[in-house]
């Protein structure tokens, strides 16, 4: 056997050990920062190391510090997990090593984009022409979404800012949901647009439609609106319908951040969450949540192909680029990176894997799996559920913010389970997220028990 494929063959049987002990392994590893440097520290290497050593070292050093994210028992943020199909494509993108930036440097890597894309938009309910941008979360989606957005807008105005910049540019008005992602600022800010306006949310943190509308019509001005489909706290949706009425009296950009919640689209059940969401003008979506891709996995779309373009596009005389003539794509036109890992298989391979009956099953299941933890969390004395739970997501505390953070605390440190915490309204809540294919009853009844022998524990006070 070659050396190569022999330590790939290691390296795989490692792997498979790695996923078969998910559903044993604490979700929260029992380590510490310094035993983590301690055992992956050491002077700058002078010579070689046969890889063969270097893989098991690097196991033996970094798996005591691996968070089962993977496991059905994970519910903190929104995670996902690596559904069998996409962990395999995700290995062969390595193997393959595609340059996916331009089509000659990785054919495959820009068809199977084509193809994905036509999946997504189908299954998403996004208006068939719109374009893709495959980046590496929802992060780097609303920067590419809100390039295209504050492109398009100025042009509007006859401001090119491709080649003037915004260096006395029209200004262009912000306004965002008072619960809007973090991600959303960032993004805004790498733009040079600044901070945004923030239009007031209701107690579920969606944006309220009659404050928008009143913000919008106070001025005409270039703007771009930001909606959320899915609050990473509630799971609220804002109101579409009315938010894409009162964008497009005013004809106003709308961004909408679909992370997780825009999934819910596939599901008959819950699709009324995002009832008007394909009038928006752009779109964000994580496919290392709910789509069950491994990290690291976005994806941002366009209604508006050529404003999407004209914001990322590049060209250099030695790069060799469809201008569209062959039907050819080169991602280079639809992403903020030059050279990039081939994502589009591992999404591809989940699509594929799934089917649309599997995702809607996936989909239905974790919403279920939030509701049944809903409704039997709040048989523990003290607990109490503190969002209308309408997708995925829970959130709930006990009486005090102290007894709240003690359970809470007690229960990550046993590690059967894991959940995280936040604060909603200025009181301590925990969050609750399921977003992994192997969350079923069996984990959310454990979950539950974790949290009633904790609470046990815990007088009240
Ligand atoms: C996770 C999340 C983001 C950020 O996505 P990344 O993939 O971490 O960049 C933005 N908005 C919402 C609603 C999210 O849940």
Redesign the pocket.
């Known amino acids: 056997m070659s050396e190569i494929r022999d330590l790939l063959r290691r390296t795989a049987e490692i792997a498979a050990d790695y996923v078969e002990s998910l559903d044993e392994r604490p979700v929260f590893p029992p380590t510490t920062p310094e035993a983590l440097r301690q055992a992956l520290d050491g002077p700058l290497p002078e010579e070689p190391v046969e890889a063969d050593e270097v893989v098991s070292e690097l196991v033996a050093g970094a798996e005591p510090g691996v968070v089962a994210l993977g496991s059905g028992r994970y519910f903190g943020?929104?995670i996902g997990g690596g559904l069998p199909a996409a962990l395999a494509a995700d290995w062969l993108t390595s193997t393959w090593d595609q340059n996916a930036g331009i089509y000659p440097i990785g054919p495959s890597a820009s068809v199977v984009e084509q193809v994905a894309r036509e999946w997504l938009v189908e299954l998403l309910g996004l208006p068939g022409e719109a374009s893709v941008g495959f980046v590496?979360?929802?992060?780097?989606?609303?920067v590419t979404g809100l390039a295209a957005a504050r492109w398009h807008v100025l042009d509007d105005v006859g401001w090119d800012v491709g080649r003037d910049g915004l260096t006395g540019s029209p200004p262009i008005r912000l306004l965002v949901g008072e619960q809007?992602?973090?991600?959303?600022d960032r993004a805004l800010r790498l733009l040079g647009l600044g901070a945004p306006t923030t239009v007031a949310a209701d107690e579920q943190g969606r944006m309220r439609a009659d404050a928008l509308a009143e913000e919008l019509e106070r001025a005409s001005a270039p703007t771009i609106v930001c909606a959320?489909?899915?609050?990473?706290n509630t799971g609220a949706f804002d109101p579409l319908p009315e938010i894409a009425d009162a964008c497009e009296s005013a004809r106003a950009w709308l961004h909408v951040?679909?992370?997780?919640?825009i999934w819910a689209a596939v599901s008959p059940r819950f699709r009324h969450l995002v009832a008007g969401i394909e009038r928006a003008d752009s779109w964000?979506t994580?496919a290392?949540?709910w789509l069950q891709v491994p990290y690291?996995s976005?994806l941002v779309f366009c209604a508006h192909p050529e404003s999407h373009r004209n914001a990322m596009t590049v060209t250099a005389s030695y790069l060799i680029q469809d201008e569209g003539s062959r039907g050819v794509r080169d991602a280079v036109d639809w992403v903020p990176e030059f050279s990039r890992r081939a994502r589009g298989f591992a999404v591809y391979a989940a699509l594929r894997s799934l089917g649309r009956s599997g995702l809607t099953q996936l989909v239905e299941r974790c919403c279920d799996a939030a509701a049944r933890f809903a409704e039997r969390i709040v048989a523990i004395e003290g607990a109490e559920v503190i969002n209308e739970v309408v997708l995925n997501q829970v959130l709930f505390r006990f009486e005090s913010d102290e007894r709240t953070d003690d359970i809470l605390a007690r229960v990550q440190a046993a590690g059967r389970v894991w959940f995280g915490g936040t604060s909603w309204d200025g009181r301590k809540a925990i969050r609750v997220s399921v977003s992994n294919w192997h969350t079923g009853d069996e984990e959310v009844d454990l979950a539950v028990e974790e949290f009633r022998a904790y609470a046990g524990q815990v007088p009240a006070r």
Not at 136 to 142: D, E, N, R, Y
Not at 257 to 261: E, L, S, T
């Open positions: 943020f929104v590496t979360g929802t992060q780097l989606a609303h809007r992602h973090v991600t959303v959320q489909a899915g609050d990473v951040d679909g992370a997780f919640g964000t994580d290392h949540k690291d976005g």
